[in-house]
């Protein structure tokens, strides 16, 4: 598969992600707005709540789906069509059982609900409806979505995104509507439930449609599952993994609710809502390299490889930087034109968010080649991850609240992400030293300051500044904001990173082909 393949699947699955994604931002702003003002952040929190406790239920998969996804990399390469199906055939016989799995520990965990929501407003009714109604929604990923792992291995994700998007888009309509007019808890949830019933029918349709030739033989998974021992292997490596993963975006709200309340889940979320919808932005953008890694890597041109990696470590830190500083001026007044001044929290908790979020956004190229070596077997790192953020999160959480529960991801991120992630990519898979990455790693952080340091000067001594008088004008500020920054930033980087010259080299030469 040649490299033009690999760049022109990438695009065509960011461009999808582009256009969806503003699409579904306009419309979760909007309704989030409808139902806080309809439904009250209490319910908003409750199912909040909720879904992240069936997050937990989750660890169940062990890893499985992204275990395929590796394996299937090179039978894609290959073509092998005989393969493909019956890897798919093991990962269909697998899930079903983790589908069984989840649904006799969701049985069993909703037997302590009453003591988890001992004091809340809601009737246990309306408690018990939405999370059996959450936990069947999980269920037919596992029961019948499980084939759209072949269309992200493929580098297709754009088709499970237009789908998913789609039914998405349609179900927030309706749930607004439901809200506004009735009012009811009931009828929310039942519509959640609905459109994940008719997404599955759909995204299996098409799935059918685009490999006409799949036969995945589900009954034929366990005679198979011998024949393929490495899927068990790294998906014990990656249950461990997803520990890691659970425990720092599964974890964090039910900790706030544990120390500080649900009212404060809701105000937290509210930010994180915010940041999460342009993390996915990112994700939508950059993460559909993902496969396209996993392909160059089992060409194997190792010269090619490595300056893929650090043009992706300078789009990275470029895109960050400009998410960062946009955040930072932004988000406060966002949220009063959009809820109203009694939603804004301490600047200590957006400080505290922000360093998160530079730390897990730009460890993503770092994450994208050591998947794409199925370098996972460094289990103890995503442990020690999780005991640390616990332990942080907990004591933080006691003396100080929801500062003290970011600050205790702060801590697991630095020490594993920053620090011994890169190391082990470098030894394990690149086999070069590490000392050239900590060199670019602490130029890069100081151009991302020195941008942040000249484009706050430049604001201030051009007076731009946001009124707050109205959405229109908040936009023209973020675009002034975000352009300034942006300029600034490309052209420190650009004189200072060899990187981010092969990017601006790359993007030109493929405009130039289109």
Not at 13 to 30: D, M
Not at 389 to 417: H, K
Not at 456 to 466: A, E, H, V, W
Request: glycine share 8%.
């Amino acid at each position: 598969m040649k490299q033009e393949s690999r760049v022109k699947k990438s695009m065509l699955n960011a461009r999808v992600n582009l256009i969806f994604y503003f699409l579904t931002l306009i419309f979760s702003f909007f309704s989030r707005k409808i139902f806080l003002n309809t439904l009250g952040a209490d319910f908003v929190g409750l199912t909040g709540t909720l879904q992240n406790l069936l997050g937990f239920l989750n660890l169940a998969e062990l890893g499985i789906g992204s275990a395929i996804g590796y394996v299937l990399y090179k039978p894609l390469f290959e073509h092998d069509e005989e393969k493909i199906n019956e890897i798919i055939s093991v990962f269909g016989y697998l899930y079903r059982w983790i589908g069984f799995i989840i649904l006799g520990a969701g049985i069993v965990l909703a037997c302590f609900l009453p003591l988890i929501f001992p004091n809340t407003e809601f009737e246990m009714g309306i408690i018990f409806f939405a999370y059996f109604s959450f936990l069947a929604s999980s269920l037919i990923g596992y029961f019948a979505n499980y084939k759209q792992t072949l269309l992200g291995a493929d580098q297709k994700n754009y088709v499970v995104t237009a789908y998913f998007q789609t039914a998405t888009i349609a179900k927030t309509l309706i749930q607004m509507a439901s809200a506004y007019y009735t009012g009811s808890y009931y009828l929310w949830v039942a519509i959640e439930l609905t459109f994940g019933i008719i997404y599955s029918f759909i995204l299996n349709w098409k799935i059918n449609q685009v490999y006409p030739w799949l036969r995945s033989e589900v009954c034929q998974g366990k005679e198979l599952f011998k024949k393929y021992p490495e899927v068990m292997k790294y998906t014990k490596q990656l249950f461990v993994h997803k520990i890691a993963g659970i425990a720092q975006f599964q974890m964090t709200p039910f900790l706030v609710y544990i120390f500080v309340s649900l009212q404060i889940v809701a105000y937290y979320t509210n930010y994180t809502i915010i940041i999460d919808k342009l993390v996915v932005l990112i994700n939508n953008l950059l993460g559909s390299t993902g496969a396209g890694i996993g392909n160059l890597i089992a060409e194997g041109n190792k010269k090619k490889i490595i300056n893929v990696f650090w043009e992706l470590i300078a789009i990275r830190f470029f895109v960050t930087g400009i998410l960062i500083f946009s955040i930072y001026h932004l988000i406060e007044p966002f949220i009063i034109l959009w809820l109203g001044k009694e939603y804004i929290m301490p600047s200590s908790v957006l400080l505290i968010l922000l360093c998160n979020l530079f730390i897990s956004q730009s460890r993503g190229a770092t994450d994208q080649f050591l998947f794409g070596y199925g370098l996972f077997y460094d289990i103890w790192a995503p442990i020690a991850e999780t005991v640390l953020y616990l332990l942080g999160a907990i004591i933080g959480g006691y003396y100080w609240g929801l500062q003290g529960i970011l600050f205790g991801n702060f801590i697991s991120l630095f020490f594993i992400v920053c620090i011994w992630k890169p190391c082990f990519l470098f030894k394990k898979g690149f086999v070069v030293p590490i000392l050239n990455y900590w060199i670019n790693w602490l130029k890069y952080v100081l151009l991302l300051g020195s941008s942040i340091f000249i484009s706050d000067n430049l604001i201030s001594l051009m007076g731009i500044r946001c009124t707050g008088e109205s959405f229109w004008a908040w936009a023209l500020y973020a675009f002034y904001v975000i352009v300034l920054f942006g300029f600034v930033q490309i052209s420190l980087m650009f004189c200072f990173s060899a990187g981010m010259r092969m990017v601006v080299f790359r993007f030109i030469k493929f405009n130039r082909k289109i």
